[in-house]
């Protein structure tokens, strides 16, 4: 399957890195590395991650990650919507 970041999802990645570039730069790039290796291996199992909690939704957690993948699955292709902290409210209002 082929991946595609609608660009929100871009944004809360870069969003992430801008705010963990002044806390710790390492642990940011660790962090969205880790996101996009995860995301990667939903070509290979789309269905990975858990029902989301937005109709036709899916949530990718990834262990030991602040981070969480909200994406979308259609044919042959999954839309990466978001990528929020998985404290902050999901879905968005």
């Known amino acids: 399957m082929n991946i595609c970041w609608m660009e929100e999802a871009k944004e809360d990645l870069n969003d992430w890195l801008d705010y963990m570039s002044i806390r710790n730069p390492q642990a940011g790039n660790r962090i969205v590395l880790e996101v ?42 999954v839309n990466i919507l978001f990528v929020p902290h998985q404290r902050q409210r999901w879905p968005r209002e």
Request: net charge negative.
């Open 36 to 77: 996009l290796e995860a995301v990667e291996q939903l070509s290979e199992n789309p269905l990975k991650g858990r029902v989301g909690k937005v109709h036709h939704t899916r949530e990718l957690i990834i262990p030991d990650n602040p981070l969480k993948v909200i994406y979308h699955v259609e044919q042959d292709l």
